[in-house]
């Protein structure tokens, strides 16, 4: 059983650039989610959905697009990156029951650089 | 808006030594509270979580956590640390949006690091 993928780990942009950060589970959860964690700010909730089609925004959505075409992925696009980018981002998903009862399974993360 | 202050952001400790990782959370009508943690290069593990029912909570790995209502504080605590429990622990509190969908909300963390 794969859990949650997320594929690169590392990448390098230039400010600009423009990349999408993959995400993909076989757990059939309907729930995923994208956070980035930055030193001293633990993990911020970026974008989230609830199901195929419907997304929402979290903490800290500017400058990051996502969509949810299939249960199964859920890519976080960056249409012009800043340094600001500059983090860990984690794919987080679980069945839509309720946090309570389901724990958010994690990706092992995409370290990505922007200079 | 929920809130959590994790107040340590390092706690350095001997092995064999007991911990104790504070977490504080914003009040609120009914609080859900979780414990994460996160070993070097991998992704965030449940530890624990409290829902209702017993105010102490035992977790993975010999860690337990007590849930203080009127201190607003879920303090993540284990009587004998190990080598292998150097990692970052994340405290979290659960909050419901408008459309009924849990989300989590995390602390900044505390960096435990266990010393031979």
């Known amino acids: 059983n794969a859990g949650v993928t997320q594929t690169p780990k590392f990448q390098v942009l230039k400010t600009g650039q423009s990349m999408t950060l993959q995400c993909a589970q076989d757990?059939?959860?309907?729930?995923m989610s994208w956070y980035r964690q930055d030193p001293g700010m633990g993990l911020r909730l970026i974008h989230y959905?609830?199901?195929?089609?419907?997304?929402d925004q979290g903490e800290v959505p500017n400058g990051y697009n996502v969509s949810r075409s299939t249960t199964e992925d859920f890519p976080l696009r960056l249409l012009s990156a800043a340094p600001s980018q500059t983090s860990v981002y984690f794919c987080?998903?679980?069945?839509?029951?309720?946090?309570?009862?389901?724990?958010?399974?994690f990706g092992n993360g995409t370290r990505l650089t922007v200079t | 808006a929920q809130s959590v202050t994790q107040l340590d952001s390092q706690v350095p400790v001997f092995e064999e030594a007991p911990v104790e990782l504070r977490c504080n959370y914003s009040s609120s009508v009914s609080v859900y509270l979780f414990w994460y943690v996160q070993y070097p290069n991998q992704g965030l593990q449940l530890l624990l979580k409290y829902l209702s029912g017993s105010t102490l909570v035992k977790g993975i790995n010999g860690f337990e956590a007590e849930f203080n209502k009127s201190q607003t504080s879920f303090h993540l605590r284990k009587p004998s640390v190990h080598i292998s429990d150097t990692a970052e622990y994340f405290c979290?509190?659960?909050?419901?949006?408008?459309?009924?969908?849990?989300?989590?909300?995390f602390g900044t963390g505390t960096r435990l690091q266990v010393f031979p």
């Open positions: 987080a998903s679980r069945p839509q029951d309720s946090s309570y009862n389901s724990p958010l399974h």
């Open positions: 757990m059939n959860h309907e729930y």
């Open positions: 979290a509190v659960s909050e419901t949006d408008y459309y009924n969908t849990d989300k989590l909300i």
């Open positions: 959905s609830v199901g195929a089609g419907i997304t």
